[in-house]
């Protein structure tokens, strides 16, 4: 068995390499992994069918190690080919909305089969004839859709966990990149933009005066942007430095004639505009 499995997955290994070494688009990468994994996949259960275990222990090896190696990269590269498409999102709001679903479905499973994780990976096997023996097999353990796809004869009660865990490590080593690369790229356009192309010529308490007049009639976000976010957004737009905002607005308010002086003075050119029906240009 170990012998037969060995050269299998060296094939296997060298087809996928090549597959992914090629210039394809990473869909088309990972369709053709999948149709790789299920020939071999299949070879690999013809042949355990047929087979005669000469030891308990060469079962539990085969359930425990050997088969979940093959399905479980079957099953990432089939989870991968429907996750792509959001992770190639250009809105990086919805991609990361739909990764951060997936990783959380990851430690969800992480967390309820916190036993048999740590079982596994601290190499404990006083449970392994109960987990990984067919003639233990207990069907009420197995979830549905396996009793659907496999024959009973391949299933043991533990080998499709050791299949998820191995599954889940590989989605969330994938995610983990597709959040990394996201990022750089989130911080390559930050980097990219381009400069104002429009500047703000009138004073800058002025500015400040427009600023809060729009925060308290609550004209942005409903009101629960606060003046600093507000200021930054106007810095940003008109490439202007404003200072202190609340400084400017406590020489507003200690303006001898009108404090609203910049606004009543947009209230008349508005009036006129209005009036006159035209623009400065003429038209």
Request: aromatic share 12%; net charge positive; charged share 25%.
């Amino acid at each position: 068995m170990e012998k037969y499995f060995n050269t299998l997955k060296d094939r296997l290994n060298k087809e996928i390499e090549k597959v992914s070494s090629s210039n394809q688009n990473d869909f088309d990468k990972n369709e053709q992994c999948k149709m790789i994994l299920v020939k071999y996949y299949k070879k690999l259960q013809s042949f355990a069918e047929k087979y005669n275990f000469k030891s308990e222990q060469e079962e539990i090896r085969y359930f425990k190690h050997l088969k979940p190696q093959i399905l479980s990269e079957f099953l990432y590269y089939n989870k991968v080919t429907k996750m792509i498409n959001f992770s190639q999102i250009q809105c990086l709001e919805i991609s990361e909305k739909h990764l951060n679903y997936e990783l959380k479905k990851v430690s969800d499973f992480y967390e309820t089969h916190i036993d048999f994780i740590s079982y596994i990976n601290s190499g404990q096997t006083f449970s392994d004839e109960a987990l990984f023996l067919r003639k233990n097999v207990k069907l009420s353990a197995i979830p549905s859709y396996l009793l659907l796809r496999e024959d009973i004869s391949h299933i043991t009660n533990g080998g499709h966990l050791v299949v998820k865990l191995l599954l889940n490590r590989k989605i969330q080593s994938f995610i983990l990149q597709e959040k990394s690369k996201q990022k750089q790229c989130l911080m390559g356009k930050i980097g990219q933009v381009q400069p104002a192309v429009l500047s703000w010529t009138n004073s800058k308490s002025d500015l400040i005066e427009l600023i809060y007049s729009l925060h308290s009639f609550g004209a942005i976000n409903n009101g629960n942007a606060d003046i600093k976010e507000i200021v930054n957004e106007f810095e940003r737009f008109f490439n202007i430095n404003l200072g202190d905002p609340y400084r400017h607005f406590t020489n507003i308010k200690q303006r001898k004639k009108s404090p609203t002086s910049f606004l009543e003075q947009l209230t008349r050119n508005m009036n006129w505009l209005i009036e006159n029906k035209q623009l400065k240009s003429g038209k």
